[in-house]
């Protein structure tokens, strides 16, 4: 008699009981048990392991997802739906002929597709602080993990495993970072932690302007920081209020504006932006001057006075005393 024991698709061999390569396949797909007999086989069964799942035509198995193939005379397999890793193991082709028992062996291998179980939830951190992201991934084989940066300033791939460490984080390590797992059965899976990075306000534009009498005239002031800064304006020591001495104050996100309607005499000198967050305060010093007059139009952010550093600590105490 000849038995054998493949998946679809893969020649018979010839031979007694012997074992087979192992058939793999994906959790969720069917797995196809081929045995070929002859016409002298009087009693044959299909079991894993221990236990009974088909001899001849009768089903003893009550799993519904397994059940007989009738494809041809000379051949006896079953199908086994929707594989999941119970499925895996042993499985034996066993017959009887001439009253000569033989058997053939295969290991069914479920492969399970790379996904994550478990990430780090969104992180808020003030600046200089220490961040550990987590990133857990199960399948078979054993997935890879990997985590890639994405920024305003482009996408890279930082480390592999399943932790990111930063210690001492800045705000240009702000943004999303991505665990990437993948073993190869199926698509990469991909989660995202968001990391926002909190820092004092940093002034990066505040530049000087001139502008004729009876023309209108803007300042700018804008301001990096997160928490969005607040801001306000002064002219020496004495606070502009929108709408108060025919100014108007607008802020909108990371800038603010103060624009002169009609500028007169009395508005060209000094003013001062300020710019708070919960974190820290800083200044800078923009000039509106006339035409002809001597100005730093390189050198908008000027140092402050003696007497604006005590009105800058004096805000900042009341701002720490808000929050």
């Not at 192992?22 to 221990?50: E, P």
């Not at 478990?118 to 890879?144: F, H, K, Q, W, Y």
């Not at 023309?215 to 209020?241: H, N, T």
């Not at 108007?248 to 504006?257: D, F, L, T, V, W």
Request: glycine content about 6%; some cysteine.
């Amino acid at each position: 008699a000849l038995l054998f024991l493949v998946p679809a698709g893969v020649p018979a061999r010839s031979g007694e009981s012997y074992l087979k390569d192992n058939i793999t396949v994906r959790q969720g797909d069917s797995a196809v048990l081929k045995c070929n007999v002859d016409n002298k086989v009087s009693r044959v069964a299909w079991l894993n392991r221990t236990t009974i799942l088909f001899t001849g035509n009768e089903k003893w198995s009550l799993d519904p997802r397994v059940v007989l193939l009738n494809t041809a005379v000379t051949e006896y397999s079953i199908k086994i739906i929707n594989v999941n890793l119970y499925d895996e193991g042993p499985y034996v082709c066993s017959i009887l002929t001439n009253k000569k028992p033989e058997s053939t062996k295969v290991h069914l291998i479920v492969q399970v597709p790379a996904r994550i179980v478990n990430i780090s939830t969104d992180v808020s951190v003030n600046e200089g602080s220490n961040v550990s992201l987590m990133c857990l991934a199960i399948g078979r084989p054993e997935p890879s993990i990997f985590w890639k940066f994405r920024s305003s300033k482009g996408n890279r791939i930082i480390t592999e495993g399943e932790y990111v460490e930063m210690t001492g984080i800045t705000k240009d390590m702000s943004g999303s970072y991505d665990c990437i797992t993948s073993n190869d059965i199926s698509p990469p899976d991909v989660r995202t932690v968001q990391v926002t990075v909190n820092y004092p306000p940093v002034i990066s534009r505040a530049r000087s302007t001139g502008t004729a009498v009876g023309q209108k005239g803007v300042l700018w002031c804008e301001a990096s920081a997160i928490p969005l800064a607040d801001f306000q304006w002064y002219k020496g020591e004495r606070r502009l209020f929108n709408g108060l001495n025919r100014v108007k104050i607008e802020n909108k996100g990371k800038q603010s504006m103060l624009t002169f309607f009609n500028v007169s005499e009395e508005d060209y000198g000094n003013y001062t932006c300020v710019a708070m967050n919960t974190l820290g305060i800083t200044n800078a010093s923009i000039i509106l001057y006339g035409p002809g007059a001597i100005h730093d139009v390189n050198n908008a952010a000027l140092l402050p006075t003696s007497s604006f550093l005590l009105l800058t600590l004096v805000l900042t105490l009341s701002v720490l005393c808000k929050f």
